[in-house]
């Protein structure tokens, strides 16, 4: 029997000892533990030397890669010098092996988890291949080897700032001053700046003696990047919040082994001396012996990804809320606001409002920033598309710094130019417009509004509501999609558009799709306005009139899904008795924290919680864009949504969310109304037109 000793750096409390048999040969293993003393581990290898046929040296990596240089540590080898009669290996090719296949792993698992993380390396040089890897699927990466090693305040950002630093780290480590290296002050700065760090990463790669100086404030929510992590261990990182743990190294008979005793026993057993054995023996012995990584979940399952969704102001009221504009705007002159509605036009993308407290019922978790670009509907109309596509780009940018990994595109940004398509190609992250719930939520919140008004027949069995139905704007993004919809939910579907050939085109891809269907063209909305129960209005007029709401059926739905409304709220007052709602607000899951965007607490509009459903399935992909939305998407993103917790919110209108006792206003409105126009003098007298009872709507 053969004896394998793991000398590590960690604490003696986990030492072990086993007998097992390894690639067929009989071991006795025995794991030891420094405390971290360089000494101890000195005494311990002349002790074992005449004891222990191979020993494995878990104290500091021999060597690290700089660029085109290999760099042997000074402790190391002097460590290994002790020891002249038994093969000493620290390990450190298999421990490359294991980590990388431990993240390549963990990334086909979870399906893109490391797409745009903000990665904080203790060490790059020490962990060149690893951070190679992870460089394939994010560029926010984060060095903290000047730092550490030279005490100099500044990290490094990208893979060449590593590989430069790496070739000449070496000689200014040695020509520094030593007592300013070892002063209190460097020690205390390098520490402070390490702590910034370690708050804005979202995953940390360290050895778990790096991290026992740290606590709840710097790990808390974090993914650690380790090896050798025991169960002692895990617990220390549960009560610090560490929400998982990727870790390399197997687990043999209830001990996991370090890189180094693991490859001591691969020497044992085999009989090669360690630097004989090649990759393909690695390759070997992993898939002979089943080793796999482990994933851990110190506080159960945890897993937090991440979004930007672009806002912007829908008018100069938006600006008044600013409070250094707030008290100006009081004083100021009108034609002072339309200057500064230019200006702010040009203004740089800003975080207007970090979003937190999603949470999905399958347990993921969602935060996000709501970045601000500062063109009003108005001045973004008077721009050619490239301006709103710089600003767009400028602000993924952002995104992409903060570590989002999905972009959503809000109200008049997605309509702009060929509707995210061209911001899509050249941004760094994925882009989605939103078009594809906006219109699944429009429909829903319409539907449900008209079952709650109760002025239709009731439907026996399985039967579908009949009503008629009208969309204006059907050849648009979000009309095409309504119109698919209503197709197959209403009797008979009126589709509005001044463009009679797309209109014709549309026609005839919604009956290849709902042969059944009753369609009925129109170029203007007043040919049968009077008629319909409800009205989908998602045209993109920027403020001019699509419909006459005097011309609307009492107890009529309008569904108003344009940005801005086509709607304003002068218009809608006219009509208490019919209900104007502002498409399908969607409730989020959890407990939601964000800065007001002019709806309830945890309501958000559908083209932001599109791009919260992608983000809490891990689909970072380019989801909706263009103006041609597919049916398919639309479908699916109403599927995932109701997937990870998404509800209709209570149904707003101009004035805010409608209460039952708002809805039920409005129906005995429009049941009013309707006796009235069907009274006798009504009759008598068909000109005269019914007036609504009150001023405003509930």
Known sequence: MKTVVGIGLGASAQDFKFNTKFLGRQLSIHRVGTNGSIAKATRLLKYWEPRADLIGLGLIKDRYEAGTQRLVEEDSARLKAVVSSVPVTDGAALGEILQEWAVRHAQAELGNYFNNARVLFFSGLRNNKLALALSEHTENLMFADPLLQLGVPKLLTSMEALKLYGTGAHYVRDWAPPSVMASDLVRQWTRFVLRKAMHKASVIVASLVDLDEFGLEELAGKTIITSTATDQRIAQLRDKGVYMVIDGSPVLKGHVLGPYLLDAMISAATGKQPQ???????????????????IIYPNGFKRVNRFAFVIHPLSQEYFKKVKPIELLSQVSPPVLMDSLEKIMAYAPPFVYSRVSGIRSPTGVEAEGWLISVGGTPKEIMQHNPEFTYRRLLAAAAMARRLGAQIMGLGAFTKVVGDAGVSVARRSPL?????????????????????????????????????????????????????????????????LVSPETAKLLSLKESILQET???????????????????MIVTATSGAGKKVLDIMQVKPGCVITDVARPLDLPPEEVAKRPDVLVIESGEIQLPGDVHMKNIGLPKGVVYACLAETIVLTLEGRFENFTVGRAIEWAKVREIYQLGIKHGMTLAAISGVNGPFSDEDIEGVRQRALAARAEQASPARTANPRKKARPRSTGQP
């Open 430 to 494: 994925p882009i989605t417009t939103g078009n594809s719930y906006s219109a699944s939520g429009a429909l829903w919140a319409a539907h449900d509004a008209l079952l709650r008004m109760r002025l239709l027949p009731t439907p026996k069995g399985r039967e579908r509501v009949k009503f008629k139905a009208m969309v204006v704007g059907a050849t648009g993004a979000i009309g095409s999609v309504c119109a698919r919809l209503m197709a197959k939910a209403a009797e008979e579907v009126y």
């Open 515 to 533: 042969p059944d269907a009753k369609l009925f063209l129109a170029a203007r909305a007043d040919k049968n306005i009077a008629d319909m129960d």
């Open 276 to 294: 004989a054995i090649a990759h393909d023996d690695y390759l070997e012995i992993i898939t002979g012996q089943q080793l796999a990584p482990r």
